[in-house]
């Protein structure tokens, strides 16, 4: 009886101790990923490969109040715990880089909008050395139309317009 009590004090000195620091790092990181997750709306988490009651707990924490949600995270943590994340890290950074694109493009169009409305001419023929393919006739006549719409106070009907043909335009 002494003696197995030898061979596990020997096991247990020999086992890898993990640092607490580290530790908390990496549920910190999960904690995180799991933020994320509960970000993203139905569709796009039911297009990643997660296990059923992780799916649940994503849907359920986005309607819980804050304390709920705290316990709810926790959860949720547990459960990533238990899986390979690293390919619903690697999601979570192509749908944020995908996002960016989209917010830099809409943002593009924005600026050149605001330039054609305000220095008129100046920023058409700008506008058609970056983009040549565009069609000149269409953009000038819809800058004259929201000129006129803003002049009278009317709805933004052709600024609207134009903003559509720009991002058709810049996102060729």
């Known amino acids: 009886m002494y003696d197995t009590f030898d061979e596990d004090y020997e096991r247990f000195e020999n086992a890898p101790r993990l640092n607490k620091s580290q530790q908390k790092r990496e549920i910190q990181a999960l904690m995180q990923l799991g933020k994320q997750l509960a970000a993203l709306d139905a569709v796009a988490l039911g297009k990643m490969d997660l296990p059923d009651a992780l799916f649940r707990a994503l849907l359920d924490v986005q309607a819980m109040k804050h304390g709920a949600q705290k316990r709810q995270f926790k959860l949720i ?89 720009l991002r058709e335009i810049i996102s060729k």
């Open 77 to 165: 943590c547990k459960m990533l715990r238990q899986i390979n994340t690293d390919s619903l890290q690697e999601t979570i950074t192509e749908l944020a880089d995908k996002k960016a694109d989209l917010d830099k493009n809409f943002h593009r169009t924005e600026r050149w909008r605001d330039r054609l409305l305000t220095e008129g001419q100046t920023a058409i023929t700008e506008f058609m050395n970056a983009y040549p393919q565009a069609d000149v006739g269409q953009i000038r006549q819809l800058t004259r139309n929201a000129g006129k719409e803003a002049l009278q106070n009317r709805p933004p009907r052709s600024s609207r317009a134009l903003f559509k043909l």
